[in-house]
Every structure is written in C-alpha cells, then in structure tokens.
C-alpha cells in the first residue's frame, strides 16, 4: 500500500503531510450514475459546500462494490470489519477549490465498520444484509437496509429513515480497461481525492484519500431493484443509469478526518 503513494502525479493537489491512518481495497466496483438537477439535491446538503456539476448538470451515483484489507495502520485486520460488502449513495461537490464527495448514505455488512465510520469518521452508514457474488463473469450483488434507525444529529443530510433502501442488480464489465481523460465527464465521476461530512455541531468535515488513477473499464448492467436514491429523498428519472462503468480494484489510504472552519 505504501508504494501508491510513489503515484502521485495525477493528483490535483499534494498528499496531505501528515501520516495516512486506514488502508483498504475495493474490488468489482460499479459506477451508476444518474443525471440530476443541482437545485433538487441542494435541500439535502448542509451550508458550506458547493455542489459540483459538468457542463451544467449534477450527478448522483449509485456505487455497489466489496472491501478487503480494511485495517488501521500499524495494526493488524480486525475480525469482522477486514472484509465486506459496501454500497454507497452520492454526489459530487467543492469546498476550498477541493472536489470531493458528499455521501447520502452508506450500507455495510459489517456492524463493526457501520460504528466506526458512524463514530469516527461522522459518515451516515448503516447496516444491511448484502451479498456480492461471481458468477459466470456477473457480479450479482444484493442490499437490504436491515436497520432503519433515525439519522444520527452528526449527519443531518444522511438518508431518511423511513423509506426501504435495497439494491438488486448485476453487473460485469463490458470494454477494455482505460483511464479517463482530463477535464472528460469520466474524470469528473471518478478521480476525486476527499469526502465531505458534517459532525455533531453541523461542521464541516473534509477526509483526504488517496489512490491510484482509476482502471476504468465500461459496464452492463440490470437492476432488478433499486431504490437507494429514494431512500436518500432523491427521484431518479429513469430506472437505467445514463453511464455505467466498472472497476476491478483500487487500493486506498485514508488520512484522519480534519474539521473546517
């Protein structure tokens, strides 16, 4: 893991000085994204962030994939928490001239990861019951929110409550592996280099990551059920996604979340 730190010059700003504190990788990772109108999604976000767009318009994306190696550095995996399956719910955006990403939610099959990220890293995570397979080159990958449990106060714009969160779908890649041009939407989606959060006093919070370039491959996909933007109070135009791609893995480093002021 250390040696993707020796990959830098893609990046568009420097690797935060002080040390990186979690190590993970992400595998048959696929990004669905929807068109969205930024004026729909500024309700959801709290002051202090910009919502990102290309070419006029904001992105949501739905993102199914598996963790391994989750540990914190220095220390050896932790049972229970090393390895699972996670899905996301996000959109793109920009404080300080930094893009990063805002997440809407996050499921996990790990009840010690959910806490951890609720408890440390301020992240609206909740626990599902989930399950990523491959078969004959399909990834097939299902999530069901088991715990609809009131949004905790450190994240006012994290998902509703009350509303089911499950994803059924499959998926594979469909191309040859490339990485995305500048200043292409691809590279929009993609190569973004922090998330943003907010904590138990409504502050900001950024969390700087690091990765190599994505080796992004296109995708096909079917959805069986999807309703995990609904759940984060977000309508989706169309069932389909407008872009789909796939990712085999990335390896990544994470620095300790920083408040903003």
């Not at 318009?57 to 399956?85: C, E, I, K, N």
Request: aromatic share 12%; hydrophobic share 45%.
């Amino acid at each position: 893991m250390r040696s993707i730190l020796q990959n830098i010059e893609h990046r568009p700003w420097p690797v935060p000085r002080r040390p990186w504190i979690m190590q993970q990788v992400w595998h048959d990772l696929l990004f669905a994204h929807w068109p969205v109108s930024a004026s729909a999604l500024r309700p959801l976000m709290p002051a202090g962030v910009e919502i990102d767009t290309f070419e006029g318009r904001a992105w949501v994306g739905v993102v199914p994939f598996r963790m391994s190696g989750v540990r914190m550095r220095s220390l050896p995996a932790t049972p229970g928490a090393a390895g699972f399956p996670e899905l996301n719910v996000r959109t793109y955006v920009v404080r300080d001239s930094k893009p990063g990403v805002w997440f809407f939610s996050l499921d996990a099959a790990s009840a010690l990861a959910v806490w951890g990220a609720r408890t440390f890293f301020h992240l609206p995570y909740f626990l599902a019951r989930m399950r990523c397979e491959e078969n004959s080159g399909w990834i097939d990958y299902s999530s069901t929110r088991k715990l609809q449990a009131a949004t905790p106060a450190s994240s006012p714009a994290s998902a509703p409550a009350s509303s089911r969160a499950s994803l059924e779908a499959r998926y594979r890649p469909a191309g040859e592996v490339f990485r995305a041009r500048p200043r292409s939407l691809e590279h929009f989606l993609a190569q973004r280099y922090c998330l943003y959060t907010t904590g138990k006093s409504g502050a900001l919070i950024r969390c700087e990551i690091h990765h190599p370039p994505w080796p992004l491959q296109l995708a096909e996909a079917s959805f069986h059920e999807n309703t995990m933007a609904s759940a984060a109070g977000i309508a989706l135009s169309t069932k389909e996604p407008a872009l789909l791609h796939f990712s085999r893995r990335q390896d990544v480093l994470v620095w300790a979340p920083e408040k903003l002021r």
